[in-house]
């Protein structure tokens, strides 16, 4: 049955997805997995290689069938629905253009493929090169283009019949570090423009964040997180996210009190809240590098020491530009890793400096261990 609406009668999701799993053989790819995508929403997949994103968008382009589930596409259920009919736009890390054709023709391709009338393809391709830059390329064929341009002919050719959803797969994975920034701007900025519901799939955290209203962590074939990239990296609900997004320090404890966690080698830490935590559970406190301060050890004032404090040395200094990396040995063992906004100043933190380390309870997040 087609129907409007999702069940409960609420406006229908642009894509939603529901218990929908797929497996090879003995190989789970995808477990079963609940996702929905509002209208308009630009949604990041986002994972280490082999976590399921690209088995996740081929399911939605109907490239593969799932094992079980069920596909909604505006509120209508497409879970057997031909790919082409989908109409669902589509853009890969290898670009797919047409070798023997040239830039036109390969961004003409899906009007022929609908039968549209020859003034109207002109028109829309027209359009769409000119929405990616490359008026004027019409008559080269793809071996004549650099990589960024054959991407844009990829996109172009995609966004040609105005699709509601558009998947891209990686698109900028085969440019240089420069060019996939650029593109990155070049492709919010579509999607701004086009208002279409993007799903894009990266496993470069940078990226993620820089384009997505809500990233979907993976993690072997399933959701570790959804979230907007201010939840991922501010509130992440276990290990696996807090590592992904960003860099940490988790420290080992457990639970003493409320908003008190203990280390096993006697250290006291104040945390932002340990609710959901029961007193005595072991648990990992997260702190990011950027979030602790240090301190020469001569003259700690009892204003610059805040709720948590640790005495140490400086194990290590590197300097990476913009940011310095410092890992400090606390007396007791434990390295933690500061990242502060490179000075000259912290030129002078040689190995062996002894220091005090003080992080806010506010800054830190309580996880599982
Ligand atoms: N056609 C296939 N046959 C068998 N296993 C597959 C197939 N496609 C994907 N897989 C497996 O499913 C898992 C997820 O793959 P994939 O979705 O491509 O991950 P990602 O895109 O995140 O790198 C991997 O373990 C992969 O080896
Ligand atoms: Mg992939």
Redesign the pocket.
């Known amino acids: 049955m087609h129907n409007a609406t999702d069940l409960g009668g609420q406006v229908a999701h642009a894509i939603a997805l529901k218990g929908i799993s797929k497996t ?1 053989g003995p ?1 789970t ?1 995808l477990h079963p997995t609940d996702l929905s995508v509002e209208k308009g929403e630009f949604l990041t997949l986002l ?1 280490p ?7 996740l968008l081929n399911l939605i382009a109907g490239a593969t069938g799932p094992t079980t589930g069920t596909i909604l596409l505006d509120g209508c259920d497409i879970t057997r629905m031909p790919p082409r009919e989908r109409g669902i736009g589509m853009v890969f890390q290898n670009y797919a253009l047409m070798p023997h054709m040239n830039v036109f023709d390969n961004v003409a391709y899906p009007l022929r493929a609908r039968h549209q009338p020859a003034n109207t393809i002109r028109a829309k391709v027209t359009e769409a090169l000119d929405r990616v830059g490359l008026r004027g390329f019409e008559n080269r064929k793809p071996r004549q283009l650099s990589g960024g341009q054959q991407q844009r002919v990829g996109i172009a050719r995609c966004i040609v019949y105005s699709p509601t959803i558009i998947l891209m797969d990686e698109p900028l994975g085969a440019l240089d570090k420069n060019l996939r920034e650029q593109m990155q701007g070049e492709i919010k900025r579509l999607h701004k423009d086009l208002k279409t519901t993007v799903i894009y799939v990266t496993h470069d955290q940078e990226e993620a964040f820089n384009m997505s209203d809500r990233i979907c962590l ?1 993690s072997t ?1 399933q959701i570790a997180q959804l979230g907007t990239p201010d939840e991922l990296y501010f509130e992440p609900v276990n290990e696996f996210v807090a590592d992904f997004v960003g860099e940490s320090n988790l420290i080992e404890g457990k639970v003493t009190a409320a908003n008190t966690v203990m280390t096993s080698d006697g250290l006291t830490l104040v945390v932002c809240s340990t609710e959901g935590h029961a007193i005595g559970s072991l648990v990992k406190v997260l702190v990011r590098p950027e979030k602790i301060e240090m301190i020469g050890r001569s003259a700690p004032t009892v204003t610059s020491v805040r709720d948590n404090a640790c005495a140490g040395t400086v194990a290590q200094t590197s300097f990476v530009g913009g940011m310095t990396r410092i890992a400090v040995r606390c007396d007791g063992g434990r390295i933690l890793r500061i990242k502060t906004v490179s000075s000259r100043a912290s030129d002078c933190a040689p190995a062996g400096l002894p220091v005090t380390v003080s992080w806010a309870a506010s800054d830190t997040v309580v996880l599982k261990s």
Do not use: Q
Not at 49 to 55: A, F, H, M, N, V
């Open positions: 090879y190989v790819a994972g290689s082999g976590s399921g994103k690209t088995t993976m074939g």
